[in-house]
Nanobody, 124 residues
Framework: QVQLVESGGGLVQAGGSLRLSCAAS????????MGWFRQAPGKEREFVAA????????YNADSVKGRFTISRDNTKNTVYLQMNSLKPEDTAVYYC?????????????????WGQGTQVTVSS
């Protein structure tokens, strides 16, 4: 089990950028694949991006392809989500999650541990 803490959210204008960070506790971070999900008001939580434990594989949802990049630094027990060209529809609470399977997973059921979320608001 890992404990996850997200940071980096905030208010940004459309077209702007933010970088989210998710710090994990424990010495087993490198065994976990990591993912980012988001939940907008009144909507279900949805997959955003995922990265395998070695960072050899990544996958983005179609809605963020070409704009968002997921990365990780296993020496710092941290996963990142670089978000560029932000749109008002990207407004949501963003959650990071850890998957014991180690490979890219795009469904919530594949994740074992979740952070508390960080708010991202994009103004038009």
């Amino acid at each position: 089990q890992v404990q996850l803490v997200e940071s980096g959210g905030g208010l940004v204008q459309a077209g702007g950028s933010l970088r989210l960070s998710c710090a994990a506790s424990g010495r087993t971070f490198s065994r976990y694949a990591m993912g980012w999900f988001r939940q907008a008001p009144g909507k279900e939580r949805e997959f955003v991006a995922a990265i395998s434990r070695s960072a050899g594989s990544t996958y983005n949802a179609d809605s963020v392809k070409g704009r968002f990049t997921i990365s990780r630094d296993n020496t710092k027990n941290t996963v990142y989500l670089q978000m560029n060209s932000l749109k008002p529809e990207d407004t949501a609470v963003y959650y990071c999650a850890a998957s014991k399977w180690g490979v890219v997973v795009t469904t919530e059921a594949g994740y074992n541990d979740w952070g508390q979320g960080t708010q991202v608001t994009v103004s038009s």
